[in-house]
């Protein structure tokens, strides 16, 4: 039967054409540029079909199968596609605007640059689906199956993701922004290049697997995983599992809060190079008890950073919280202390910890940190012995300040 009749049987509505079917099932019909926009297609066979750039802009096509047919940038603008078995269909740059494609098979379908902005998907199948570069501008993708789909540099502007499976799915480049996630898997998935995830809306809880932490390299916005769910305690520690031991970088910053301009600038520089530091103003939660949150930070965090000036040697916490970092230097074999000064009191104090410090621990020199260039290659400095391989034995006694 030529394409003409194909066209007229199938305009018959869908029994006379799936009977058609049934007894020229060697056939690979051909509606290439057809316009179906006022057929009745429901649960037509249409597998194998070549629909490329075929019309069928409002159609209703409930659980029609398209099982491999080929329907490049076929308009179905609006279609109702519910329940359709589109498993292997080439839906490549498909018109798909605002269709129902509710509960629908779309296995291994190739949804590349295909428009799907504000599609149906609840409850769709998309496992191992193509959907690189395609729109779906404020989708509804709500329960969808989106195990190992490719997603790369899908537009999901302001798409419902809640419910979504999107385990091991490629979403490199894709872009998020605005779209609304809850109860959401995002396990074995990368996160590291995926746009917008700080305007990400989060209406519950989301699952992120440790594996996607991983892949991501850690590379996620916090303000993302706390709206997914995930724990403080493990945002706080993320990067040190993935990125680097703990050894590394993590410290406890001392200071008096007279000296506290200081210390935010500095605690603001350390952040921004992904040292994680613990300071008091940022850290500390109200009811906390002072003492206690400090000697639980020393002991937790790899670096005692001690800011001495007239106004920490005058404090009398100081010498307690020296007293501790040499002792975890002996315990651990590794340094622990790193002192840097604001003014030149602690060269000349007589206090016995003071003195120690300074004969046996080089000071950074601080002085002039109001000075940018001086303040940066100090900064330097002391982040290159934060994140220096310290494996070193314990200072020795006899060591001297330079």
């Not at 096509?61 to 491999?68: C, K, R, T, Y």
Request: charged content about 30%; aromatic content about 8%; hydrophobic content about 40%.
């Amino acid at each position: 039967m030529q394409k003409k009749g194909q066209l007229e049987r199938l305009k018959q509505g869908a029994d006379a054409w799936n009977l058609w079917r049934a007894q020229n099932s060697r056939i690979a019909p051909d509606l290439r540029w057809v316009d179906l926009s006022e057929a009745n297609l429901t649960g037509a066979d249409l597998s194998r079909a070549d629909l490329s750039r075929a019309n069928l802009g409002a159609v209703n096509l409930g659980a029609a199968i398209f099982f491999e047919a080929n329907l490049l940038r076929a308009d179905l603008f609006k279609a109702n596609l519910r329940e359709a078995d589109l498993h292997r269909a080439n839906l490549q740059r498909a018109d798909l605007r605002e269709a129902d494609l509710g509960k629908a098979n779309l296995g291994e379908a190739d949804l590349r640059a295909a428009k799907l902005r504000g599609a149906d998907l609840r409850e769709a199948n998309l496992g191992e689906a193509n959907l690189g570069e395609a729109n779906l501008f404020e989708a509804n993708l709500r329960w969808v199956d989106l195990r190992w789909v490719d997603l790369r540099g899908a537009d999901l502007h302001g798409a419902d993701l809640r419910g979504a499976n999107l385990q091991g799915a490629d979403l490199r480049g894709a872009d998020l922004n605005d779209s609304t996630i809850a109860y959401t898997t995002l396990g074995d998935i990368d996160l590291g290049e995926v746009k917008g995830l700080e305007t990400v809306r989060h209406l519950g809880p989301s699952t992120i697997g440790v594996d996607a932490i991983y892949r991501s390299n850690a590379n996620i916005p916090e303000v993302f995983l706390r709206g997914a769910g995930v724990p403080d305690n493990f945002i706080t520690y993320m990067n040190s599992l993935v990125v680097r031991p703990i050894e590394y970088y993590s410290c406890f910053i001392s200071y008096s809060t007279k000296d506290e301009d200081f210390a935010k600038h500095l605690y603001a520089h350390l952040q921004s190079e992904h040292v994680r530091c613990w300071f008091a103003p940022e850290d500390l939660k109200i009811g906390d008890r002072f003492r206690t949150r400090i000697d639980e930070a020393i002991r937790i965090y790899d670096k005692l950073l001690l800011v001495l000036s007239k106004n920490s040697i005058e404090s009398p916490w100081v010498e307690d919280e020296v007293e501790a970092a040499f002792e975890k230097e002996r315990k651990e074999k590794k340094f622990v202390l790193f002192p840097i000064r604001l003014d030149d009191v602690v060269m000349t104090a007589s206090q016995a910890w003071a003195v120690r410090v300074r004969r046996i621990v080089h000071m950074g020199d601080f002085t002039g940190w109001k000075e940018h260039d001086q303040y940066k290659k100090v900064f330097t400095q002391l982040l290159r012995g934060l994140k220096a391989d310290d494996k070193a034995t314990v200072r020795s006694e006899s060591a001297s300040q330079s």
